[in-house]
């Protein structure tokens, strides 16, 4: 089992930066690749970036390529998204999940552990 949770979300204008924690709990963790979500809304939720077991490989969605970077701390069971150069169209609310595989697929099917997602709310 592993759960997970959320933080760093809120309110930021466009061009600014925050970056989002996935902080877990569970022995497994290091052993399941990571993705982080987004739902706007009336919109489906969506995959942003992707990361595998050990950090040796991401991805991105093109939409945040260049501007969202993943990385993780196994060591301290934590995910991190940090988000720059934000738009509005990055309003959402943001989920990490961990993966049922080290090294992906990051599809929500793939997923089998969800957090509850932080807000994250870009101005214009």
């Known amino acids: 089992q592993v759960q997970l949770v959320e933080s760093g979300g809120g309110l930021v204008q466009a061009g600014g930066s925050l970056r989002l924690s996935c902080a877990a709990s569970?022995?497994?963790?290091?052993?399941?690749?990571i993705g982080w979500f987004r739902q706007a809304p009336g919109k489906e939720r969506d995959i942003v970036a992707g990361i595998n077991w050990s950090g040796s490989s991401t991805y991105y969605v093109d939409s945040v390529k260049g501007r969202f970077t993943i990385s993780r701390d196994n060591a301290k069971n934590t995910v991190y998204l940090q988000m720059n150069s934000l738009k509005p169209e990055d309003t959402a609310v943001y989920y990490c999940?961990?993966?049922?595989?080290?090294?992906?697929?990051?599809?929500?099917?793939?997923?089998?552990?969800w957090g509850k997602g932080t807000l994250v709310t870009v101005s214009s």
């Open positions: 569970g022995r497994t963790f290091s052993m399941h690749a």
């Open positions: 999940a961990a993966a049922r595989y080290a090294n992906g697929p990051y599809s929500s099917e793939s997923m089998d552990y």
